[in-house]
């Protein structure tokens, strides 16, 4: 059975930093790629960031770029986001999603709120 559990989330002021984690189990993680997405109340789900399943080649969403970074650690079958500068606009529930293509499948994590605001 895969699972797909993030943590991390929380209230945080405009400006600050978080760090979502995103454990995996149940799957062969370093087949995956990796992605972290978000939905805002009244929103479409977005994708915030993506890495390959050796962690060669990140995506960003624009409105992310140069605030948040993602990562892996194929050894401990965890995923990371890390979000600085921190702005109102980032409130959402984050979610992990493993993917891969041959065979396909999609998996999808339970969501972390992430709240920022003073």
């Known amino acids: 059975q895969v699972q797909l559990v993030e943590s991390g989330g929380g209230l945080v002021q405009p400006g600050g930093s978080l760090r979502l984690s995103c454990a995996a189990s149940?799957?062969?993680?370093?087949?995956?790629?990796m992605s972290w997405y978000r939905q805002a109340p009244g929103k479409e789900r977005e994708l915030v960031a993506a890495?390959?399943?050796?962690?060669?080649?990140?995506n960003y969403a624009d409105s992310v770029k140069g605030r948040f970074t993602i990562s892996r650690d194929n050894a401990k079958n965890m995923v990371y986001l890390q979000m600085n500068s921190l702005k109102r606009a980032d409130t959402a529930v984050y979610y992990c999603?493993?993917?891969?293509?041959?065979?396909?499948?999609?998996?999808w994590g339970q969501g972390t709120q992430v709240t920022v605001s003073s």
């Open positions: 149940g799957l062969t993680f370093s087949n995956y790629a």
């Open positions: 999603k493993a993917a891969r293509l041959v065979p396909v499948r999609r998996y």
């Open positions: 890495i390959t399943s050796a962690g060669g080649i990140t």
